[in-house]
């Protein structure tokens, strides 16, 4: 009566079974958080894409409606409801004159150099 016990061989099988699964199930996960990461990644920079279109958008329909660019950031969110997620990105804006258009840059806050300009 030898039906219920293991031999060796069907020990070191079901351990490897085990490791193989186990194995498996972390090269799946890495995958899955290495997806969500990149996921991110692309995300903001889209959020940076749509931030640099509405500061540029908002330029321009200020110089249209008033006849000069705005002076700040600060003024086309009070006027013209720009907002923009401040933690992740710093937009600078340098005004050269009042018919001039200004020089805007949009920059990731924590991004190694990564620097879009807007309308030179």
């Known amino acids: 009566m030898k039906r219920f016990t293991r031999t ?5 099988r ?18 899955f958080l ?3 990461g990149q996921v991110d990644s692309g995300a903001v920079r889209n959020q940076e894409q749509v931030l640099e279109e509405a500061v540029n958008r ?11 660019y705005p002076e700040s950031v600060k003024y086309l969110e009070d006027h013209y409801g720009l907002t923009y997620d401040k933690d992740t990105f ?12 200004p020089y805007v840059t949009v920059i990731r806050k924590g991004a190694s150099g990564d620097m879009k300009g807007l309308g030179a």
């Open 8 to 12: 060796r061989s069907e020990e070191r």
């Open 14 to 31: 079901t351990r490897t079974a085990v490791i193989v699964t186990v194995l498996f199930f972390f090269a799946v996960l890495g995958l």
């Open 34 to 36: 290495y997806g969500m």
């Open 58 to 68: 908002d330029v321009t329909l200020c110089y249209a409606r008033e006849g000069r």
């Open 90 to 101: 710093s937009v600078k804006y340098q005004l050269r004159g009042s018919n001039i258009r």
